[in-house]
């Protein structure tokens, strides 16, 4: 079973919606998330930490639910310039290492 | 301002070579990473690095050698080159042991494998 497991999309969606997206861990002792962006053939960007009170930034709110073991981005208003690909990070408790979901691609169209 | 910086950012070379990607940052960071990203597998760890003299393996490591001598650099080596190495290769680097700091990533390398 993978460490982290995404639903690749892609996700199209008009100019102005509201979208999200789920990420699955398998370890239930992770202890940080992260949500990455990554535009075609570019490195990732760190997006947004998620904390467990859930936090914002902007249009997009990051959530955790550790008793289901996932994380969430929710992308309001969406803009054309919010087509990328959404990786989702975990780190497990005492293990200094970052485990990526494959990515979760968004289409914003006009 | 501070950065990572890969080279080349394409390289094509045939079976059986040893390739050497070279990565270098300027944060002084003292964890360094290497993965590999392919459609389909997202970003797969291949070697890591805590500190000068540190290396470690990650989750596909077989066929690859990395050496850190110094703060700066973390280059990675496929001894013999197979086509199944093709791929793009990221370099990430972050500040502290915790693990739980933002990685930086370098632009990447496309390496193909004839």
């Known amino acids: 079973r993978k460490e982290v497991e995404q639903d690749p999309g892609p996700f199209n969606v008009p100019e102005g919606a509201t979208v999200a997206f789920n990420c699955t861990y398998s370890?239930?002792?992770?202890?940080?998330f992260f949500w990455y962006r990554q535009d075609c053939r570019k490195e990732p960007k760190l997006l947004m930490s998620?904390?467990?009170s859930g936090n914002e930034d902007g249009r997009f709110t990051a959530q955790l639910n550790r008793a289901s073991q996932y994380i969430s981005l929710l992308i309001r208003d969406s803009k054309l310039s919010d087509s990328a690909t959404y990786l989702c990070?975990?780190?497990?408790?005492?293990?200094?290492?970052?485990?990526f979901g494959s990515g979760t691609k968004l289409n914003v169209k006009p | 301002d501070a950065e990572i910086t890969q080279s080349p950012r394409h390289k094509i070379t045939e079976t059986g070579r040893q390739v050497t990607l070279a990565c270098h940052q300027t944060?002084?960071?003292?964890?360094m990473f290497w993965y590999r990203q392919d459609l389909g597998h997202g970003l797969r760890l291949i070697h890591y690095?805590?500190?000068?003299?540190?290396?470690n393996k990650g989750e596909v490591s077989d066929g690859y050698s990395v050496s850190r001598s110094n703060t700066e650099d973390l280059p990675l080596t496929l001894e013999s080159a197979a086509s199944s190495q093709t791929s793009v290769y990221f370099c990430?680097?972050?500040?502290?042991?915790?693990?739980?700091?933002?990685?930086?990533f370098g632009p990447g390398t496309r390496l193909t494998v004839l």
């Open positions: 998620v904390y467990s």
């Open positions: 944060w002084n960071h003292n964890n």
């Open positions: 370890n239930s002792a992770s202890q940080s």
């Open positions: 990430a680097s972050s500040e502290s042991l915790a693990g739980t700091d933002t990685q930086y």
């Open positions: 990070v975990v780190i497990p408790r005492n293990f200094n290492k970052f485990y």
């Open positions: 690095s805590y500190g000068v003299q540190d290396t």
